[in-house]
């Protein structure tokens, strides 16, 4: 199994800071690694896929940058809709397999 | 636009099977893979398997051993069967599509189904 760590598991910001999660695969994945944004109590939503492209219909204040092991998640400037939990998953082979989340809430 | 409904029994006794059903509206099984996918109270995400369009089937090795994932065509649905469930297994059990244009991300998911194991 390919082991996804993110960090911070958890941040505290304000509206309209640019704000930064990190993910590492213990190996190599190229670009197989997505993003979800989940809201309590909903399903989690796709932002990101391979890395860097953006879901249809997301804000472009979310971007993905990485290959290899090494990715960010940027929200340029977070708005209050953006409080949630952030998960990175890989699909660059089975099982697939997801970081333990971030949990970003305001100051 | 394609939007998934799950069903199934929400409450389990220990050692019974959890059968839970994903039903495929606004599009057909054969566009993508379909996963299962777990979140325990207050945890992160585990990804239980998947079936692909032609019926190939991966799963999670924790869970190999208990998980049959299936596909109906005619009703364009999918279905979990978890076997000799126990209280670690209560979770809220999600449906989701993958798709090769997004890298494989699961771009569509169910409401979520809360499943407790309880005597």
């Known amino acids: 199994d390919i082991q996804m760590t993110q960090s911070p598991s958890s941040l505290s910001a304000s509206v309209g800071d640019r704000i930064t999660i990190t993910c590492r695969a213990r190996q190599s994945i190229s670009t197989y690694l997505n993003w979800y944004q989940q809201k309590p109590g909903k399903a989690p939503q796709l932002l990101i896929f391979?890395?860097?492209n953006l879901q249809r219909g997301v804000p472009p204040r979310f971007s993905g940058t990485g290959s290899g092991t090494d990715f960010t998640l940027t929200i340029s400037s977070l708005q209050p809709e953006d409080i949630a939990t952030y998960y990175c998953q890989q699909t660059y082979n089975f099982p697939r397999t997801f970081g333990q989340g971030t949990n970003v809430d305001f100051k | 636009q394609v939007q998934l409904q799950q069903w199934g029994a929400g409450l389990l006794k220990p050692s019974e099977t959890l059968s839970l059903t994903c039903g495929v509206y606004?599009?057909?099984?054969?566009?993508?893979?379909w996963h299962w996918v777990r979140q325990p109270p207050g945890k992160g995400l585990e990804w239980i398997g998947e079936?692909?369009?032609?019926?190939?089937?991966d799963f999670n090795p924790s869970l190999k051993s208990r998980v049959t994932i299936s596909m109906d065509t005619s009703k364009n649905q999918f279905s979990l069967r978890l076997n000799s469930m126990t209280a670690a297994d209560t979770a809220v059990y999600y449906c989701?599509?993958?798709?090769?244009?997004?890298?494989?991300?699961?771009?569509?998911w169910g409401p979520g189904t809360t499943v407790t194991v309880s005597s």
């Open positions: 606004g599009g057909s099984l054969s566009g993508g893979s």
């Open positions: 391979g890395a860097s």
């Open positions: 079936i692909s369009h032609s019926g190939g089937t």
């Open positions: 989701a599509r993958s798709l090769v244009n997004v890298d494989y991300g699961m771009d569509v």
